[in-house]
């Protein structure tokens, strides 16, 4: 049970200790597939009743900036790994001067920031959305009307569609600028999306790369609603140019770990990068019960420098994310449980929740992934799921 079991070659094996910077739902996913290969693990989340601190062998409750909890993680853990997209990266930075950590804080501060991963995009050859950097008035006065209609993103701690205004005009661009607050944002212009989808790499301290096969995801309301693979809507020819978009943007931050870009396929049939983040992701929740290797097993092998190999997809399916909203009926305040004796008598469904006490709407609560033989049967049992849990069709 030493920190530092290691093999000769650097490779940490299962026995050691897996430490991870957040206690969410990500969190716990990695601690339940660390766990199963043998792994200790160690959450820092000050929150006592984190979905993976709840779960893991220790769990240090402290802030991420907190230097005892960072100092005790670093002396528990074999090696260190994030959930959380916004753990401070000079967290990370300072974990990394004992310890192995992956991803890097330098990776994790590019993806934490819009403008920079727009950046790395351009300079990897991929093509973004157009975009303006806003961070004072004469930045605001001078973007140009072909940036409108567009979306003003705070270029920080934006997810699931918070920090975010569409403005139509000019002066609801101003009145979007006041609302953030004036931080630093960055404009899109709103393009014409047919779909969108993600493509989830990993890639090892050797520089190896694999990918799980494309998934499509559809968002409400800025979030995340269904993600379906294989996709319906993608070609082979878009497929491949985002596998090698998202190989190149891995390999050229020297990324260790697990990263996810997400792209919007538009009506004229370009694909471009909307963003990424740095560490397994919602639209590759279905790789647990989908896939050969889950993209959480692929965050232990990448950090423990373990063999990477590239996962089947031995499943068509779809993902439904459990949002807050299904424990509560129409105009009714009191939390129910949904019917999931109803859904898990339903073949090829595969129920996940986070262990939240407390449902709020448009809080992730937990992921239903239904399997099929084929893709219509995946797809005609989801529906049904659909139909049981009130989440609307898609
Ligand atoms: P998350 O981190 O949960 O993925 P987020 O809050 O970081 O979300 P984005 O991914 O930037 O937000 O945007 C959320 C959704 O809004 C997108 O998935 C897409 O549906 C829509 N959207 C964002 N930017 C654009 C754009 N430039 N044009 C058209 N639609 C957009
Ligand atoms: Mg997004």
Known sequence: MSAQAASPNGVILPGATLGVMGGGQLGRMFVHAAQSMGYNTAVLDADATSPAGLVSHQHIRSDYLDDAGLAQLAQVSAAITTEFENVPAAALTQLAQTRPVAPAGEAVAICQDRALEKAHFVACGVACAPHALIETPEQLAAVGDDLLPGILKTARLGYDGKGQIRVKTRAELIAAWDELKHVGCVLEKMLPLAYEVSVIVARGR???????????????????????????????????QAYASAHAIAASMNYVGVLCIEFFVLQDGRIVANEMAPRPHNSGHHTIDACDVSQFELQVRAMTGLPLVAPVLHSPCHMLNLLGDLWFAAGSQQQTEPDWAAVLALSGTHLHLYGKAEARKGRKMGHLTVTGPTADAARTVALQAAAILGIEAF
């Open 206 to 240: 050797d520089g190896q790369i694999v990918h799980f096969p494309l998934q499509q995801n559809l968002h409400r309301d800025g979030i995340l609603a269904v993600t379906t693979v294989p996709s319906p809507a993608v070609s082979a020819e878009v497929s491949e």
